[in-house]
């Protein structure tokens, strides 16, 4: 069925409250986004939700809906009504799911490794090929922080290798340690659709026998020789011991989710741990990588 969106501007302070708001007014749904369509991560258990210092809170109606009384109401209550920006599209009726699917195209990252939709044919069939279903955790190898990890992952030797996922989402690097040759993957995950997603992507891969996924409250103690972890430059500086407490001596890590002005802070702390190598950028977004000592 048709729908309205109705978007309002906000910012790190305000952006729960509009929130609010817009589902009293009938919203059958409220997402946030920024002008760069940077991803919020899911936070840590008891962290602070966090929101962009220039947000867009979207709220999804239903085409039926009085518009015009969500809108007095919105200015009725709002500090700035006089200023207050909002804009209000029509959505066409279609299937979104479809939509979706039909612009998410098979990505290749370094040599030799593809990173393929499950629904679409590979375009090397001889290559290390990943076949996905994001489903409802993030991580398709369309953001530059996912994409960094992946071209690191194609560039070493994993075979036989034991690989630590540190916060495996959609377990697209699981996938791809797996596929290029890694004996073990543990994944790790705060949220249990994550872990259900990867899940699923590992049996339709074919390599569900050798990925054992955990709660943060479940995670075994372990060395492993590979340890990678993509998630946000807060988490990534308060686990540090953590993260590092998987690494063996010569263990490569790599680190991501993190903006280029925080790296250099960030590549100090784990400078503790590790020799680390250049930083990689792509867009505004960095890899840290090194070996333990």
């Given at each position: 069925m048709p729908w309205i969106q109705l978007r309002l501007s906000a910012n790190e302070e305000t952006a729960e409250k509009y929130s609010d708001w817009l589902m009293a007014c009938g919203a059958q749904a409220v997402t946030f986004i920024d002008a760069k369509d940077t991803p919020i991560y899911e936070p840590l258990p008891g962290d602070e939700v966090l929101y962009w210092a220039n947000t867009v809170v979207m709220g999804l109606y239903d085409a039926s809906h009085d518009m015009d009384a969500v809108v007095n109401y919105l200015q009725g209550i709002h500090p700035d009504k006089k200023n207050m920006k909002f804009k209000l599209e029509q959505l066409e009726d279609k299937d979104w799911e479809r939509e979706w699917m039909d612009n998410f195209h098979p990505m290749k990252f370094g040599e030799k490794l593809w990173i393929c939709p499950?629904?679409?044919?590979?375009?090397?069939?001889?290559?290390?090929?990943?076949?996905?279903?994001p489903g409802l955790a993030f991580g398709t190898g369309t953001h530059p922080t996912t994409a960094l990890c992946l071209t690191w992952l194609d560039s070493l030797d994993?075979?036989?290798?034991?690989?630590?996922?540190?916060?495996?989402?959609?377990?697209?690097?699981?996938?791809?340690?797996?596929?290029?040759?890694?004996?073990?993957?543990?994944?790790?995950?705060?949220?249990?659709?994550?872990?259900?997603?990867?899940?699923?992507?590992?049996?339709?891969?074919?390599?569900?026998?050798?990925?054992?996924?955990?709660?943060?409250?479940?995670?075994?103690?372990?060395?492993?020789?590979?340890?990678?972890?993509?998630?946000?430059?807060?988490?990534?500086r308060e686990l540090a011991p953590t993260i590092t407490a998987f690494l063996a001596s010569s263990s490569k890590l790599a680190l991501s989710g993190v903006l280029e002005a925080q790296a250099k802070s960030l590549q100090e702390i784990y400078s503790q741990w590790c020799e680390m190598d250049p930083i990689a950028v792509q867009e505004e977004w960095v890899r840290l990588s090194g070996t333990s000592r």
């Open positions: 499950s629904w679409r044919e590979v375009p090397e069939p001889d290559a290390v090929n990943v076949m996905l279903d994993l075979t036989g290798k034991t690989v630590v996922d540190f916060g495996c989402g959609s377990g697209i690097l699981s996938l791809a340690a797996l596929k290029l040759g890694a004996k073990e993957v543990i994944g790790i995950d705060i949220d249990p659709q994550a872990l259900q997603a990867s899940k699923e992507n590992a049996k339709r891969n074919g390599v569900e026998n050798r990925l054992s996924l955990y709660l943060p409250q479940d995670q075994p103690t372990l060395k492993a020789d590979i340890v990678v972890a993509n998630i946000l430059a807060g988490p990534l």
